[in-house]
């Protein structure tokens, strides 16, 4: 959705098959680089009860050429940030919502860590396999209509939506079954 604050960059169609989000799956499960997310890592002061695993792109990278494409597409076309290319050391989340862990609260996404790179965009792929009700993602300063189309296509397994990262979103809880998200953050040099 365009616009003057580049709000959002939603794919129009699924990225990822469900057998490709099958693939997807398996490789996270049989990673030996996945790991729990570290405690200081993430949203600050951010209520959040999800389930979050990490994973080396590198792992991963041969089912995320399109996750790949799509997030130079949305910079090179919509956002046009300076940005770093994606490393292959760099970690994407693996977020897990279910009726236990089931929901996030406003936040934005920042870089914590003091570094000379801060987060760009925030980029989400919806690797969900298995059927689930609520869990909508919520992005600020959009109007119902906005709302509405993230929520008809970004819960659908296999679509992507990127964002800027000092967008407050939040997700809602989970009521039934379990959605599962892949995030990655795009670094560029330090906003000035």
């Known amino acids: 959705m365009a616009g003057s604050f580049n709000i959002f960059y939603l794919s129009q169609e ?3 098959t469900k057998e490709e ?5 398996d490789t ?3 990673s030996n680089t996945t790991k729990p997310e ?4 993430g949203a600050v002061q951010a209520d959040k009860k999800s389930k979050v695993s ?3 792109w590198l ?3 041969k089912h995320l050429e399109k996750l790949e494409d799509f997030i130079y597409d949305a910079n090179d076309n919509f956002f046009h940030y300076d ?3 994606i490393s292959d050391f760099h970690y994407v989340n693996i977020n897990e919502y279910d ?3 089931n929901s996030y609260d406003w936040h934005v996404d920042c870089n914590t860590y003091g570094s000379e790179e801060d987060l760009k965009l925030t980029c989400l792929l919806n690797i969900s396999t298995e059927p689930y009700d609520g869990g909508r993602l919520h992005l600020s300063g959009l109007d119902e209509e906005g709302q509405e189309l993230i929520f008809k296509d970004f819960n659908m397994p296999g679509y992507a939506i990127i964002f800027t990262a000092n967008r407050m979103h939040k997700v809602e809880p989970i009521t039934s079954g379990k959605r599962k998200t892949l995030s990655y953050w795009v670094r560029g040099p330090e906003w000035k």
């Open 14 to 16: 699924p990225l990822y």
């Open 21 to 25: 989000l099958l693939a997807i799956n």
């Open 28 to 30: 996270i499960q049989n």
């Open 38 to 41: 570290p405690e200081k890592y």
């Open 54 to 56: 990490l994973i080396l």
């Open 59 to 61: 792992e991963i990278k």
């Open 83 to 85: 940005i770093f290319d």
């Open 99 to 101: 009726e236990k862990n």
